[in-house]
């Protein structure tokens, strides 16, 4: 338990580090980020308008510390002002309507990458002398290190494309209306296929090789000797007796992974037109949306640190040792 | 324990006599010696290689394009920034790669944008290894207060999501120059070569030769620098073609998001103007997979002999033939003894 305690604390505490970051970033850029938002509109407005607008993004009188604050407060109360891009609507519903299908792509190719991964990597390892071993890892090494944004481009010109047997863009089709049927989900599964490939595509490679890594070693204890001795099926002894254990060190590597598979992404959303948070942070980059922009970081913190507080819960689960 | 200080005493004058003696050796002797270490060079790279088909296939793959990034100007056929085609005109003998919407030979800019993108992510990754270096080493060699508190910076750091910090950070600086963004990419990704080599340094740092170094009185820099590092080379290597690949595929990133600075000639920049000019669409394949094919294939080929390289530091990992001959044997020997 204290464990989990000190681990939430360690998250507490980053989260607010994230939060300072983002309040530091608009107040060190030369020039004042609102000036700079209504170049445009610069002379039309009267000093006590741009006020206004300042005041509602938190950049009002008073003390460094005292916007600080402020800041902080309207961080948890989710007031973090109205969109520029899309003006009357706040920047947490536009954020909150894209995080779902980001969480969805980011941590479903997670999990899938990391099952899959893990069994290869097992397997790769036990029949290291074999074709299999010998082929598959520097094949799925080579694969793997091409750059999201190239992965993903390739999927979508070869199955896309050229091919023409998934669709390109958006999150499901827009003529379904949403909601539990099977032709919504079904609709959804078909465009998550190529994006969340890619990603699996790029994520399976660090699992294979951290299993395979913490197999070997484990191959070579004598329990594994054992159970080979007694003469069980060599799929008990792969998955039930050393996997078990060559686990362990596999697991550390999640927390990682986590913030890279988000990373990933924003860049997939961004080339299928997925409507996710990447995307969304395009079009704020290219509005100069600053308030969506800095709420989608924090946003995206957020998530990784909840993820990466289950992933500590998933370690706890499996190496029960840690907790004490 | 007087007798046994006494003995270390005698050991350590032993070896200073040594040291000095080996300094008075004429000079023949020290150029055959140094014969003898270009030979186990030589020997080491040799067994590197040797068996090794994955390691074969990254170095030569990135020895072509690292060649080709040199002598782009002598091997590209076109001035990479001017229009010399009509737009989006198909791969031909005048343009062997095609053009761009803006009638620039995809062939050229594909060679001087390597130089840019090889030079940004070679740079990132060198800033980023120093960092990671620093930190890991002194965290784990001298421990307490100090190993706690960089180790908290270093797991925030390792937290945060750093694609989209660097996005968020390069939106608020405006379209960036590449020096910028190499600054970028090393501060924000050292973190996961930091934890590692503060492990690693943490797991020698009892060994028997530290501690004999501490009891001689060297410097804490100088076992730093001379005892720990040198142990560290391989890991420290991995982790700098790790984070190469990485600052790669993020240039690349930035560069398709309209983040860098669009008037370079770079491979992410050639992405972003294949974007914007939607060339997939229009059927002008060549502009977008050209500078896609070529950040895959360098990717691919670092990842290679980052692969083989975890396998010199640890033996264990090989595959490949001899592993299939040792099997082997080892079966033939059992069935000798009736074992099998």
Known sequence: ?324 | MFGLTLEFLNKVIDMNKSTTMAADTPVRSRKKEFQLKCHSVWMKTKAFFHGNPPAIIGVSLITIIILGALFAPVLSSHNPEKRVARPHEAPSTEHVLGSTRNGRDVYSQVLHGARKSLTVALFAGIIAMTIAIAVGVTSGYLGGKVDEWMNFITNVFLVFPQLPLLIVLAAFLGQVGSMVITVLLGVTSWPWGARVIRSQTMAIRNKEFIISAEAMGESKIRIILVEILPNLISIVFGGFLGTVIYAMGAEAGLGILGLGDATEVSWGSMLYWAQVSSSLYTGAWWEMLVPAAALALTGGALALINMSIDQVSNPKLKTGPHMKLWHKLNRETMKRRGLL
């Not at chain 1, 998250?11 to 030369?30: D, K, V, W």
């Not at chain 1, 920047?91 to 999990?111: D, E, N, R």
């Not at chain 1, 481009?153 to 070869?158: A, D, E, R, S, V």
């Not at chain 1, 609709?187 to 197999?215: D, Q, Y």
């Open chain 1, 1 to 324: 338990m204290s464990f989990l305690l000190r681990r939430l604390g360690f998250y507490f505490t980053a989260f607010l580090i994230a939060i300072s970051f983002n309040f530091l970033l608009p107040r060190m850029m030369p020039g004042d980020p609102i000036d700079a938002l209504f170049a445009a509109a610069q002379g039309k407005m009267d000093p006590a308008q741009m006020d206004a607008v300042r005041e509602m993004y938190g950049f009002m009188d008073g003390s460094i510390f005292e916007q600080y604050i402020a800041y902080i407060q309207s961080v948890f109360t989710l007031d973090l002002g109205p969109s520029v891009l899309m003006f009357p609507i706040d920047v947490t519903t536009v954020v909150g309507m894209s995080l779902p299908w980001t969480m969805f792509l980011a941590l479903g190719s997670l999990i899938v990458s990391l099952i899959l991964g893990v069994t290869i990597g097992t397997y790769a390892s036990y029949r290291r002398e074999g074709f299999f071993g010998q082929f598959v890892p520097p094949l799925l090494a080579f694969i793997s290190n091409f750059p999201y944004i190239v992965t993903a481009l390739l999927l979508f010109y070869f199955f896309g494309l050229q091919l023409e047997i998934l669709p390109l863009a958006y999150t499901y089709d827009p003529s379904i209306d949403p909601g539990f049927t099977m032709e919504f989900i079904g609709s959804v599964a078909k465009h998550a296929v190529l994006p969340m490939g890619s990603m699996i595509l790029v994520g399976i490679a660090t699992w294979v090789f951290n299993m395979r890594n913490a197999m070997i070693n484990v191959l070579g204890e004598d329990y594994v000797t054992m159970a080979e001795a007694k003469g069980l099926s060599s799929f008990r002894v792969m998955y039930r007796y050393a996997g078990r254990n060559a686990i362990l060190p596999v697991a550390t590597a999640i927390a990682m992974a986590i913030g890279f598979s988000f990373a990933g992404s924003i860049m997939t959303e961004v080339v299928f037109n997925y409507q996710g948070l990447g995307n969304i942070l395009l079009k704020g980059i290219m509005a100069r949306d600053y308030p969506l922009i800095q709420a989608i970081l924090l946003i995206l913190v957020s998530a990784v640190l909840t993820a990466n507080f289950v992933a500590d819960l998933l370690y706890v689960w499996l190496d029960p040792r840690i907790s004490k």
